[in-house]
Every structure is written in structure tokens, then in C-alpha cells.
């Protein structure tokens, strides 16, 4: 196996550590914010829609930053102040204080330490095998599933403010060890810049081997990137939305804390084979299409989770809901690397990631809003079934792009 491999599975270790803390995890922490403070569901989901809105709009400045300080640089970073963000979290008593650590400490360092580098370094390595590399980056998430239920345990043992320390330690302790092992092979496998054809001569998969490459204004420029970028945020409003509100809609529900947290946990697991067949499927097939049926089943999963209240229905489109949401979290990353190449990659896909902020930040703050004011969680998610049906009518417009005029030259 040659060693440029191993940047995918020590990537998707720290992912999986990273996203069980930073994301699901974060969740299982909402009842007891409701309890303890007394704060409304749209003020507490104001916290991760602002999150949002900070990973969106800082997502050019961090391209940037990874193309002109390099991947490894970027990612022990944010290593570091995703840990520092955790400590804090313990320490907070007031909303603004919430929103503070959430936004500047756990997703800044998340965004800077793991999600852009990481990407960054995959694209520029693999080529014919590049979908399929993100599949197994991407199982991140979805082997992240047995940490929430854990946080949720710890959260109804010793309370949140423990759960927030440990969460900090164990982040610290994983992350650091797999980047270093990360940064070492990226060093010598592409140099820090060099993509790297994967396949043999004659590999029907070796369908970018003369990939043209955009700069950011020239991808903007193009129908492709907007189209991608707005199905992108839709999507993201729909997955967001859910996904901060999953725990709290079960707890309303009769669940235990920990036991919502454990079907999230188990969501996400779920999902992981979905994210490595999808990114497998995505080398051999037209990916724009796999993302449109991926869609259009999120659409319906969704619909049905917030009106069933039999649990084998619940349960039957929970799952379909997870397999769409690891699937369409696979192939996100290799279309646009598809489209717009990998020399600008970084830059381009933050510009990406700040169009999606709308949705983003929509989603928490759509379900939290709508809660509020009716009790219930049926109308947010019948919207976010139709914003999922939006998205796959953007999809149908997103076909691959002119290669720019330099290129064609």
C-alpha cells in the first residue's frame, strides 16, 4: 500500500474524533443548556448558526492561509485552539459567552485544524482515486458515532462542564499524534504542493488525468460554481437543521439524553458505509447524478422524521436520512476538484464554503425559530424537505464547466 494512504486513514481517525466532539457531540449539550439557563431554542440554536456563519465567512481567509502556509502549518493550529475552545466551554455562565467559545474556539479550530487541510492535502495527492480517498476521509463522521452517545453519558453523570474537559483532553490527545503522522507522509508524498497521478496506465477510472484548473475569479465566473455552491447551502440548511436539533426532538419525545445522543451516535454510524460507497460509486459514475438521487431521498427522509410518531416508521427513515446525509457528504469535495482542478483548490473551496453560510445558518435557527412558536418540530422539517427538493433542482443546473480560456489555449 503505498504510504500516501495512510494521510487518508489518519485523517479520517482525527475526523472522526473531531466531529464526534465538535458537531454531533455538541448536541447531546443542548438540553442541558435549556435546563440550566433557561435560554429559548432559537437563542441556543443562534450559537451554531453563528458557528456557521464563522466557517463560512472566514472560509476564503483559510484557504488562503492553507495555500500560502501550507496544510500541516493550518492544521496544528487549529488543533490547538479547538482544545483551548473545549476548556473554555466548561467555564461558560452567560449566552454571549456561549456564543464566544462555540464560534472562536470549538468551530474556529475545528474548521482551521482539520476539515480544509486535511481536504486540501487529499485532492492535491490522489487523482483517479480521489473520490474514493474522500470516501474513506469522509467515514470520518460516521465512525464518530460511538463518541456521542459517551458525551452524553458523561454529560448525565457529571454534568456538562466535565463532559467539556474531557472532550477537550481526549481531542488534544488524539489529534496531535495522527497529524504528526499526517504532516511526515504529506512532506514527502506530494512535496507540499504536487498532485500525484493513482491509477496504472489503462484504469477506466483515470478520468482527470488532464483536469483543467481554475483560479478563484475564473471559477466564479462560471454557472457551475454558483449553481454547486447554492445546491451546497440548501443541503447544508437541511443537514444543520436537523442534525442541532436531532437530540433535543427525542428528549421532547420521552427519550433520555443519552439515549437521543445514542441514536445520533448510531445515525452517524449509519451513515459511514454510504460515505465510502458513494465516493467509490463517484469514480465510476457521473457524481452530479449520485448527489441528485442522494437529495431527493434526504428530502422524503426528512419529511417523514419530523411527522412520525410510530418509532418503526421514525426509525426506517432515520436510516434512509443517514445513508443520503454520508453520501452526500462524501462527494461534495471530489465534484468541486472535479469541476475547478486542485491548484486553487483551498481558496476556491472556501469561497465555496462562504456561499453556503446562508444555509448554514438558516437551518438551526429555521427549526429553533419555528419550535418556539408552535411546539413542535413538524413545520421546520416539512420546510427542509422542500429546501432538500430546491437543492436537487440547483444539482440538475451544476453540469461541469468550460475549462477557462488559458487551458483551451
Known sequence: MNQRWWIVIAGCLAHAVNTGLSYFGLSAYFPSFEREFGWSRTAISGAFS???????????????????????????????????????????????????????????????????????????????????????????????????????????????????????????????????????????????????????????????A????FTLRQAMRT??????????????????????????LLVD?????????????????IGAPARLGMAWLGDIFDKRRLIIGLLISLSVSVLFIGWADDLYVFGTFTVIYSLAYGGLASLQEPIRADYFGTRHFATIHGMSRSITTAGT?????????CYDLTKSYTIPFTIFAFVSLLSTLCMFAARPPAPPADEQA
Not at 107 to 133: D, E, T, W
Not at 190 to 203: F, I, L, M, R, S
Not at 227 to 235: F, K, Q, V, W
Not at 361 to 369: C, D, E, K, R, S
Request: aromatic share 10%.
Open 50 to 208: 453563528l458557528a456557521r456563519i464563522e466557517s463560512g465567512l472566514l472560509g476564503p481567509l483559510e484557504g488562503y492561509a492553507t495555500d500560502r502556509f501550507g496544510p500541516p502549518k493550518m492544521m496544528f493550529a487549529g488543533i490547538f485552539v479547538a482544545t483551548v475552545g473545549f476548556f473554555c466551554l466548561s467555564l461558560v455562565e452567560s449566552l454571549p459567552t456561549l456564543y464566544a467559545v462555540i464560534v472562536l474556539g470549538i468551530v474556529l479550530g475545528s474548521s482551521l485544524g482539520y476539515n480544509m487541510p486535511i481536504s486540501v492535502m487529499i485532492a492535491q495527492v490522489f487523482r483517479a482515486r480521489r473520490s474514493f480517498a474522500f470516501g474513506i476521509y469522509r467515514m470520518g463522521p460516521g465512525l464518530s458515532g460511538p463518541l456521542v452517545p459517551v458525551i452524553g453519558w458523561i454529560i448525565g453523570v457529571w454534568g456538562w462542564r466535565t463532559a467539556a474537559v474531557v472532550s477537550g483532553i481526549i481531542l488534544l490527545v488524539v489529534s496531535l499524534p495522527l497529524a504528526l503522522l499526517i504532516a511526515r507522509i504529506y512532506k514527502q508524498e506530494a512535496g507540499g504542493a504536487a498532485e500525484a497521478p493513482e491509477a496504472k496506465e489503462g484504469d477506466a477510472r483515470e478520468t482527470h
Open 210 to 213: 488532464s483536469e483543467a484548473h
Open 223 to 248: 454557472r457551475s460554481f454558483w449553481n454547486l455552491s447554492i445546491a451546497m447551502a440548501l443541503r447544508h440548511m437541511v443537514t444543520e437543521g436537523v442534525s442541532v436539533h436531532f437530540v433535543i
Open 253 to 269: 419525545r420521552g427519550w433520555s439524553t443519552a439515549a437521543a445522543s445514542g441514536l445520533l451516535g448510531l445515525s452517524a454510524l
Open 361 to 369: 445558518f438558516l437551518g438551526p435557527i429555521v427549526a429553533g425559530f
